[in-house]
């Protein structure tokens, strides 16, 4: 059976640590899936991730617009629109956007992680 959500109907996030912009593509409660959780950040010029990691969950990311640094354990990356990166479980990691235009990535967790632990549990 299909099933379609609008774009106007998908759940959305405001981040209270900056203007970033994240919508749910997928997650238990729109499609009752507990083996993938996908969602579509945007990070505006400046904005950055607190360090943080999965329990039990590899987590790609596929830039589709704009570039931004990914930060992985003790790993700088710079990704641009078409890359895709792999995160394996339990490895910290943030993002940053030090440039002028927005970056934009659809991030997949498989499976959907049994919890999100903030290195710094007061910057979230």
Same mark, same amino acid.
């Given at each position: 059976?299909?099933? *379609?959500?609008? *774009?106007?109907?998908?759940?959305?996030?405001? =981040?209270?640590?900056?203007?970033?912009?994240?919508?749910?593509?997928?997650?238990?409660?729109?499609?009752?899936?507990?083996?993938?959780?996908?969602?579509?950040?945007?990070?505006?010029?400046?904005?950055? *991730? *607190?360090?943080?990691?999965?329990?039990?969950?590899?987590?790609?990311?596929?830039?589709?617009?704009? =570039?931004?640094?990914?930060?992985?354990?003790?790993?700088?990356? #710079?990704?641009?629109?078409?890359? $895709?990166?792999?995160?394996?479980?339990?490895? $910290?990691?943030?993002?940053?956007?030090?440039?002028?235009?927005?970056?934009?990535?659809?991030?997949?967790?498989?499976?959907?992680? =049994? #919890?999100?632990?903030?290195?710094?549990?007061?910057?979230?």
């Amino acid at each position: 059976m299909v099933k *379609a959500i609008a *774009a106007a109907d998908l759940p959305r996030l405001r =981040s209270t640590r900056d203007t970033r912009d994240r919508i749910d593509l997928i997650t238990p409660d729109i499609f009752g899936l507990r083996d993938i959780k996908a969602d579509r950040i945007t990070y505006h010029p400046g904005d950055t *991730a *607190a360090a943080h990691y999965h329990l039990d969950a590899k987590h790609f990311f596929f830039v589709l617009d704009g =570039s931004g640094t990914l930060h992985a354990d003790e790993k700088v990356i #710079e990704l641009a629109a078409g890359d $895709v990166a792999l995160i394996e479980e339990n490895e $910290v990691h943030w993002f940053e956007n030090t440039g002028t235009e927005e970056f934009t990535f659809i991030e997949l967790w498989v499976p959907t992680p =049994s #919890e999100t632990v903030w290195v710094d549990p007061d910057d979230t």
